[in-house]
């Protein structure tokens, strides 16, 4: 480095370099936040990795040795034994199955909307953009229910709306892959579309007219002008539903393990439940490795694509292209998809919840109210439970429900901000960089894998009992909640402080203000706007929440998100579509507040 | 009241070399801007002497108390330096009133509220705005906010002042309505002021001395007149001046203490009392004259000793007229002042004081021959 001077150390440059480290708050902040995310993010991932290879007590009848020794025994277990192929192959199989169908389903279906909503001159459109969207603040497990809803058939002892209407439906289109797939194609399309819209926005329209102009015909245009354009948002948004889709545990479980159907999702929280452990853990490494890859394979194609986005610029103006004849049969189409795909199940959802038998039709005589307010001694039909809000379960659940998403959003939302301080202020700097990096990695893994990890770090004292054992507790669930959202919260944080110029913050420092009158006075008074957004939109993600939270679940701190999950399971799908429909109210008017706050439901990440 | 003075500053971003070995004192109560295209390193030096940067090496004394030592890694905090910098985007608090954008330094400082009050409508006064006091940034014009950010940085009285292009935001008029209200602040505070800028207009027009520079490189500290006369080298020759300077190129000998030169328009001779310390090479060599468009006479008819030159192209302009010439296949440019019209392929007369010109050693670009 020919370009460092090097001073000799003297003493009184070392009192002046520790003088200017320590006497700046700033650099404590950074510390106590470097060492926070270290112990959060990276000894739990190790914590996890290590238990992989210590023998526990429960093998030892199978393995020689001690607890505590090394041993590869669950790796074999999992890759090199007989039960490989029931315990890896098979639902990895599954998984890749479904991540690769949901993609190349939803990925081209949610462009192309993107496209006709975004480009071309289909009637209708401010309400189609916004009707597009809705199935994206729907929790996937909610549309899980809602797929039961219309295609339960006798297996599961209560009928849906269809074979209530006497038409066989066979196992293969109720439960397992094609209706896992289904669900989820329903869920990404909508990730898609926000995705790919952004990137067409982003296109100047004057980009499409000078093709045009050279003569080029619409189809030309389309090929060679504005898909190169949002090709990489494209690629990106296929990349990131096949990661997101292969990890999901919520659909996969509901729809798939009642007739056997498991991915590697589903069957690693199976091992965590009945152990061994260590081979649940395995396989959320795996799962980890899996999503991890995909993402940063994106990278790898796009890191040099990527910066077409950017080079689309602020293009705002938009002439929009006209579809001529093929327009309303297009129309027609999309309002007939979103029918079948969003109203009718959503419909049937909400009628179970009146019915006393489900798929035995809508007379009067089979719709009640008692599912949602009845008593159990005033039932006139066989059944075993009261109406929803008379089950103490049921207001427990709304209890934990608001506890976890207040307190969790408001620490995430904090954190949030902070980082976002550190990373925009540190930009080019290795605190920076190192913080921007520490906060993305829990946005490599899959919600139920990371919970995994929490569980291994913390199902026992750690820390040689310094930290008591959290399992069951009400603080683990907000902990994994809390740094499972960090990457969405940083980064809405650090877009929030990019926007206060850090000229603001010099200002004040040269008229003599320390680092938390700064804090107080400039930064906090300007960051409220973004803040409140970007609370918004981690609560609701955390109201949504079934697969980060499963794991920990316990009777005591059981949410609405798993509770109606649990009640599916146990053949109660009445009290499971109203505890979903109840979950749905909340989530619209959150978004509706949010919407209200100035949050961007394209910007969320759920 | 201040007087400043750096020495072999030296300042990296990452490999970038940004300030290089720079040395620079700067007098009690002058208005020093620091002049050069964008990306020299100007404002990075405005940003040392504030506190906003640490260079790498060198240091830094106010009024003889050393502010920066970069050996003993001292770096005395921005608000422990009594000055006060208004930065080219002017910095004003959104969330806070023009009052209170200028009260907020004074708070922080424990004055009583009496004397802020004072304090702050004196400066708001100052700069004319006490009426807007009650406004936010945001309903204020570009031309308020600026006169919001000065007022802000002088109410404390500080001894020094910094600003980091104030005037680039606003339009032309205001910029000159500007200009002269910071001329005249200056005066009526006689505080020091440090004035970043690329515009030689405004470093022309208001320093008392400009340092220019040159990629992290000062290459010449002179009051402003004096830079215009005499650019120490050909790049700061092309640098100062609009229109541009003309370049003649020719050439010279330097025998008896005479300075002989020859270009395409005459024949010269300089004295030696005329002429720079700069070395001189043997013989003849390659000379490059700088003639500036103002300094060339245009007649109709021939006068004693005028050049007879073509005429090119005429740009009437209604203050001013620019004249494009061509003289034995050199072309250059006049600028006279008035409406002028002339034919294309017109035969004018040129009248050439030979004083004023500056003559360069073309090889070491420098200066040899200053213009009197």
Redesign the interface.
Known sequence: MA???K??L?G???K??IL?VVSNPFNMVVFISLILLISLIIVPLFTMLRETVTLAASELRRVDGEIGDFTLYYWKYVFASKLSSAVLWTPLRNSLLIGIFVTAISVPLGSILAWLVVRSDIPGKRLLSMLVIIPYMIPSWCKALSWLAMFRNSRSGHLGFFAGLGINIPDWLAYGPFAIISVMVLHYYAFAYIMVSGSLRSVNSELEEMGEIQGASKLQILKSITMPLVLPSILSAAIMTVSKSVGSYGVAANLGTRIGYFTLATKMKEFINVGPHAVGYVMSILLIVMATGTIFANRLFLGHRRSFETMGGKGTRHTPIPLGMSKYPLLIFIVVFLLVAMVMPLFVLLMETFQKSTGMGYSLDNLTLYNWIGRLEDATWQVDYPGIFRNPEFGRAVWNTLRLTVVASIITAFCGQLLGYISSRGR?KWYGSLTEQLVFIPYLMPGVAFSAIYFAMFAKPSLFGLIPSLYGTFTLIVLVSVVKHFPFASRAGTANMLQI?T??E????????SFW?RMI??VI??AKQGFISGFMLIFISIAKELDLIIIMMTPQTRTMSYLAFQYSRDAMPQMADAISVCVLVFILISYRIANHFGADIGKSWG | MSRIELKNI?K?F??N?VLRNLNLVIEDGDFMTLLGPSGCGKTTLLRVV???EKP??GTMTIDGVEIIN??????V???KRD???V?Q?Y?L???MTAYNNVA??LK??KIPAAKIEEMVMKSLRLMRIDELKDRYPNELSGGQQQRVAIA?AIA?EPKLILLDEPLSNLDAKLRIDMRAELKRLHREIGATIIYVTHDQIEALTMSTKIALFEEGCLAQVAPPMELYMNPIDLVAADFIGNPRINFLKGTASYSNEKLHVKINIGEYDFDKEDMTEEPIPEGEFPCVVGLRPEQVYIHTEAVESSIPATIYAGQPAGSETLVTLTVGGQEFLAKEIGLKDYEMGQTVYLEIDPNKLNVYDEKSTRLIKLAV
């Open positions: 370009n460092k001077i001073h000799p003297t009184k440059r070392l002046n370099l200017g080019g110029g000229e603001l010099e200002a004040a420092d040269i008229a003599g203000a009158r006075r400039i008074p300007l | 030296d990296f990452g490999d070399h504030a506190g906003l790498q090496n970069a050996a003993d890694a001292l770096f905090e921005p608000s000055l006060n910098l930065f985007s910095a608090w959104p969330h907020f330094g922080i400082k802000r404390s």
